[in-house]
């Protein structure tokens, strides 16, 4: 049985939520603010958290933080009545997986929620070290290392990371690491993808100007170059 943590501190809301996760088989536990949140959600116990934005003592956007800081991968859906396409992004760039914008359908939630617990089981294999350069991609620790560094990277850009290597030499379209990495329906746009690639250039390409991993192809998406590229 999958366990969801359910952070809202509105009780009405979080009633009407985890009686309806309840009733579609999952282990469903509740708390009133962020701090509780922050810790429950650290301890690597739950396989996602529903995360309200505005709650007491710690809001969404930190408890995010807080799990990502912590090394813990659990798929985090945020619930915000905010529209405004830069704070989603923001929550999504702190690590958020997706959310969901107040107010909203039963049944959209449980789409997402399934969503999300499919691709959270479909990640890359558990055993897997992908090495390229000086650089390897553990997917056991979930770490990022170069020259034997840990480099941090956001729970966003190891997910883009990920879908690059387990692709590697093949084109991805922005719509596909949209879908992938994002996920489907996000409503967010182009840009933010090629925002993101700049941004894990500066982590993992020895020279950003020139990337020789991450390659632009215009007006098509990108291609990692997997030449060197091993797996132990």
């Not at 408890?63 to 704070?87: K, S, Y």
């Amino acid at each position: 049985m999958k366990r969801i943590l359910i952070v809202e501190d509105e009780p009405s809301i979080a009633l009407a939520l985890g009686a309806d996760l309840t009733r579609e088989g999952y282990d469903v536990e509740v708390v009133g603010d962020g701090t509780s949140g922050a810790d429950k959600a650290a301890s690597g116990r739950y396989d996602l958290v529903l995360l309200d934005v505005m709650l007491p003592k710690m809001d969404g956007f930190d408890v995010c933080r807080h799990v990502r800081r912590a090394g813990v991968r659990v798929p985090i859906i945020l619930l915000t009545a905010r529209g405004q396409e830069a704070e989603k992004v923001m929550g999504l760039e702190l690590g958020a997986d997706d959310y969901v914008t107040k107010p909203y359908s039963a049944r959209e939630l449980r789409a997402r929620v399934k969503a999300q617990l499919r691709r959270s089981d479909s990640v890359l294999p558990t055993d897997d070290v992908y090495r390229f350069g000086d650089a390897e991609l553990d997917v056991v620790r979930c770490e990022f290392r170069r020259g034997g560094q840990i480099v941090e990277l956001s729970a966003l850009e190891f997910k883009l990371l990920s879908t690059f290597v387990r692709s590697a030499g093949r084109m991805l379209t922005r719509a596909q690491l949209l879908d992938e990495v994002w996920g489907s329906g996000t409503n967010v746009t182009d840009r933010v993808v090629d925002n993101q690639v700049t941004n894990l250039r500066k982590k993992i390409e020895p020279v950003p100007e020139r990337p020789r991993y991450l390659i632009a192809l215009r007006g098509l998406g990108y291609r990692f170059d997997g030449d060197g590229l091993t797996e132990a």
